[in-house]
């Protein structure tokens, strides 16, 4: 469910991705322990540069998943079945419909047009944002990235990270 950033919301993706946060319309979903894990994002950013990327994953623990899967060589391994597994190739392609559908809501940017994200419609070239979509729009909107969150696990079982140094306790 969609909900609308607070301030808090706001300092803590600032927190999780150790910069500002850019163009957030919504808490797109949420960790158990009530933090924000995937953020909507406009398509266009307050500076002009066109941003595909609706749905971003913000948790740390779920990023760190989706790097070690990456690092494992799923994303070749998933993008090898969507070549040959038609009835998943053609449920890839609903994601990637889905995706611009819920993008088209926040506005049209004519430089990606067409263009979703993770390398839909036909490869996987980003396991996070595929989880992102995944956790966003809930199960059996996009297989693939139902398939890494299962991988993945219930990262959120581990010690959360709720403890974040603030700009000022950096270095």
């Not at 969609?2 to 850019?22: K, N």
């Not at 950013?45 to 799923?74: D, H, K, M, W």
């Not at 890839?92 to 419909?97: G, Q």
């Not at 079982?157 to 000022?168: F, G, I, M, N, S």
Request: glycine share 10%; hydrophobic share 35%; proline share 9%.
């Amino acid at each position: 469910m969609l909900t609308e950033p607070t301030p808090e919301d706001l300092a803590d993706v600032e927190a999780q991705l150790g910069r500002a946060p850019r163009g957030v319309t919504a808490v797109a979903w949420r960790c158990p322990c009530g933090k924000p894990g995937v953020v909507k994002t406009m398509p266009r950013l307050e500076n002009g540069t066109p941003f595909p990327t609706t749905y971003y994953l913000t948790c740390q623990r779920a990023i760190a998943g989706c790097s070690t899967l990456e690092a494992n060589g799923v994303m070749a391994e998933m993008t090898a079945r969507l070549g040959q597994d038609e009835e998943l190739a053609a449920a890839y392609r609903r994601a990637h419909e889905a995706y611009l559908s819920d993008r088209a809501e926040l506005g049209h940017v004519e430089e990606i047009e067409g263009i979703s994200a993770g390398g839909m419609p036909t490869r996987v070239k980003c396991i996070h944002v595929l989880v992102g979509h995944a956790l966003a729009a809930g199960p059996g909107v996009n297989p693939l990235g139902d398939e890494a969150l299962e991988a993945i696990g219930e990262f959120w079982l581990k010690p959360c990270q709720l403890e974040y140094p603030t700009p000022a306790d950096k270095p």
